[in-house]
């Protein structure tokens, strides 16, 4: 059986839905941004409240348990009320924990999570833990010994230990997938470029890919019709600037519009598989290590490893919490048989 670890962040997740707020969306002529409002200075009624665990080391070390993976996590909590949360999430995963860092002086991870009408969110996050993870707390005899070593996004000061266990991992021949954090790469290209070479897989979404390589999805003009081509000539230019290595697979996701892929012989793309949509939280989580997952079982298929990474991220988004719609390998086989029409295109 192959074993996955994961490093990351987790969280206790407070989300807060109100049907008062408005999407307000401004266009100039290089880019589109959409932003969330609420009436200033009022007192607006919650339309729906829960809470759930999550972060990036919580939600991929849940799927790659859930699709059959042997699997770890490393992540920082403290000992709180919060880090009990956690703990309880875990006791039906099959997932080993003995690698979590756990320090009474720190608080757990905590986020208020803002859903729209639309289903999509803007995070309120408090990092805590998350972002105090320090070299000399990490086991990395558990890298060495896994196969794949799933690297979430890392805040803060735990960002310094990126470096080192990426190279670790490297060295001692466990494959990488990466999914870079903001922290990661504001520091520049030529920083995240030294991680980006010992990664076999990469997984970003469009925001993230236009902070790395400073390149800006152009709208419609006049003269030019983007929309027209099947693949966006800038997401196209994106993928190409983000694989350094030849080994390497490349993606970016864009939300609603789905999923781009870049083996360095082809250009895929994959729709969004249809669903219903309650949050957006713990999509991309489940897309990423759905996909790094799917690779495996498709025999490096990356096309249909994208439509798996998209049944699963379809499935988590049509429930609220980022890991309570995870489904399995069999079951996302057994959506796509339902769905005979649904494909990736190459282009």
């Keep these: 059986m192959t074993k996955v670890i994961t490093i990351g962040s987790a969280t206790m997740d407070v989300f807060v839905e109100c049907d008062d707020a408005n999407i307000v969306s401004v266009c100039s002529k290089h880019k589109n941004s959409d932003f969330m409002s609420y009436p200033y200075g009022a007192k607006i009624d919650i339309t729906t409240f829960s809470?759930?665990?999550?972060?990036g080391g919580v939600n991929t070390?849940?799927?790659?348990?859930?699709?059959?993976?042997?699997?770890?996590?490393i992540f920082k909590i403290g000992k709180d009320i919060y880090s009990e949360g956690i703990f309880d999430a875990f006791k039906n995963r099959s997932v080993d924990l003995s690698n979590i860092i756990q320090d009474e002086n720190s608080s757990t991870g905590f986020s208020i999570i803002l859903v729209s009408f639309q289903g999509d969110r803007t995070v309120l996050a408090h990092r805590g833990a998350n972002a105090q993870i320090r070299e000399d707390e990490i086991n990395y005899k558990a890298i060495e010994e896994a196969d794949l070593l799933y690297v979430a996004p890392l805040n803060g000061e735990s960002n310094k230990v990126l470096e080192?266990?990426?190279?670790?991992?490297?060295?001692?021949?466990?494959?990488?997938?990466?999914?870079?954090?903001?922290?990661?790469?504001?520091?520049?290209?030529?920083?995240?470029?030294?991680?980006?070479?010992s990664a076999h897989i990469v997984v970003m979404n469009k925001e993230e890919a236009t902070m790395t390589t400073g390149i800006q999805v152009r709208p419609d003009t006049k003269t030019e019709k983007f929309s027209h081509d099947l693949i966006h000539?800038?997401?196209?230019?994106?993928?190409?600037?983000?694989?350094?290595?030849?080994?390497?697979?490349?993606?970016?996701?864009?939300?609603?519009?789905?999923?781009?892929?870049?083996?360095?012989?082809?250009?895929?793309?994959?729709?969004?598989?249809?669903?219903?949509?309650v949050?957006?939280?713990?999509a991309g989580d489940a897309f990423a290590s759905t996909f790094c997952g799917a690779l495996a079982r498709t025999n490096h298929d990356v096309g249909r490893s994208l439509m798996y990474?998209?049944?699963?991220?379809?499935?988590?988004?049509?429930?609220?919490?980022?890991?309570?719609?995870?489904?399995?390998?069999?079951?996302?086989?057994?959506?796509?048989?339902?769905?005979?029409?649904?494909?990736y295109l190459e282009g």
Excluded: W
């Excluded at 809470?51 to 972060?55: P, Q, T």
């Excluded at 994106?238 to 360095?264: R, S």
């Excluded at 988590?316 to 079951?331: C, D, H, K, P």
């Design 51 to 55: 809470s759930k665990v999550g972060g």
């Design 61 to 73: 070390a849940c799927n790659f348990g859930n699709l059959g993976f042997e699997t770890a996590a």
């Design 164 to 197: 080192p266990i990426v190279d670790y991992a490297h060295k001692h021949g466990t494959k990488i997938c990466f999914n870079a954090g903001t922290t990661s790469i504001k520091r520049g290209f030529e920083h995240i470029k030294t991680i980006l070479k």
């Design 233 to 277: 000539k800038d997401i196209k230019k994106m993928l190409m600037t983000l694989k350094v290595m030849d080994y390497q697979i490349i993606v970016i996701t864009d939300g609603g519009k789905g999923a781009y892929a870049y083996d360095g012989k082809k250009f895929y793309f994959c729709p969004v598989f249809n669903s219903p949509v």
């Design 279 to 282: 949050s957006t939280l713990g």
């Design 309 to 343: 990474a998209s049944v699963n991220s379809a499935s988590v988004v049509s429930q609220f919490g980022a890991t309570e719609g995870l489904i399995t390998f069999e079951q996302i086989e057994s959506r796509l048989e339902q769905n005979p029409e649904y494909t």
